[in-house]
């Protein structure tokens, strides 16, 4: 397994120091008491009044229709998606079930629901890599979504490959080092946006 730990600069948990996203997957299958659990973490995220407005759509790259999904991906995601064991389409509810109001706050559940999978896939020896180059009105249609429901990502799930045996420019992305934007240039206080929190001035 490739292991790439984040360079933190601050300690956190070891399962979200580990979960990075590649592009080189080991096509070996996902035990099904694995996947039970990672969509079992994804049950108890939090959402807006508890409407739990995400829905997964699982895809086993050993099923007849796994193509189908593959033809679901932009291209340049389809040349490594097809390696990843799984494939999920996922999709949210437009209302709210309670009251039948837009539920502006579905996206946002709906990240939180596939963070805490992400995180116990990583707990589990599995990456997760997240994608919004899809075809949204072909997954529609091929998984017959609804109009109350409408699709958003997909994620490719499985363990990570050695990128040394992946072709050229997907090799490059997977060994190259991992970075993010300073807490400083995210986190604001109280003077205003654009203004640092002091906790790091």
């Given at each position: 397994m490739n292991h790439k730990p984040a360079p933190v600069s601050e300690p956190i948990l070891d399962c979200l120091k580990n979960r990075w996203s590649p592009v080189v997957f080991d096509s070996r299958p996902v035990d099904l008491s694995v996947i039970k659990s990672i969509f079992e973490a994804a049950r108890w995220a939090a959402s807006c009044f508890n409407e739990q407005p995400w829905r997964f759509i699982v895809v086993e790259r050993d099923s007849v229709d796994f193509g189908n999904a593959i033809d679901c991906l932009v291209e340049a995601n389809q040349?490594?998606?097809?390696?990843?064991?799984?494939l999920v389409f996922t999709a949210v509810a437009k209302q709210l079930e309670r009251n039948g109001n837009p539920n502006r706050c579905a996206e946002h559940d709906l990240g939180?629901?596939?963070?805490?999978?992400s995180i116990q896939a990583t707990a589990h020896g599995l990456s997760v890599h997240q994608m919004g180059g899809?075809?949204?009105?072909?997954?529609?249609?091929?998984?017959q979504i609804p109009d109350n429901f409408d699709p958003v990502t997909a994620l490719a799930i499985g363990y990570a490959g050695d990128p040394t045996q992946a072709p050229p420019g997907l090799s490059e992305r997977d060994a190259s080092p991992r970075s993010r934007r300073p807490n400083e240039a995210t986190v604001f206080g109280s003077e205003g946006w654009g203004q640092a929190a002091s906790y790091w001035v």
């Amino acid at each position: 397994m490739n292991h790439k730990p984040a360079p933190v600069s601050e300690p956190i948990l070891d399962c979200l120091k580990n979960r990075w996203s590649p592009v080189v997957f080991d096509s070996r299958p996902v035990d099904l008491s694995v996947i039970k659990s990672i969509f079992e973490a994804a049950r108890w995220a939090a959402s807006c009044f508890n409407e739990q407005p995400w829905r997964f759509i699982v895809v086993e790259r050993d099923s007849v229709d796994f193509g189908n999904a593959i033809d679901c991906l932009v291209e340049a995601n389809q040349v490594w998606a097809k390696d990843a064991p799984l494939l999920v389409f996922t999709a949210v509810a437009k209302q709210l079930e309670r009251n039948g109001n837009p539920n502006r706050c579905a996206e946002h559940d709906l990240g939180l629901a596939v963070g805490n999978l992400s995180i116990q896939a990583t707990a589990h020896g599995l990456s997760v890599h997240q994608m919004g180059g899809i075809n949204l009105s072909k997954v529609r249609l091929t998984y017959q979504i609804p109009d109350n429901f409408d699709p958003v990502t997909a994620l490719a799930i499985g363990y990570a490959g050695d990128p040394t045996q992946a072709p050229p420019g997907l090799s490059e992305r997977d060994a190259s080092p991992r970075s993010r934007r300073p807490n400083e240039a995210t986190v604001f206080g109280s003077e205003g946006w654009g203004q640092a929190a002091s906790y790091w001035v």
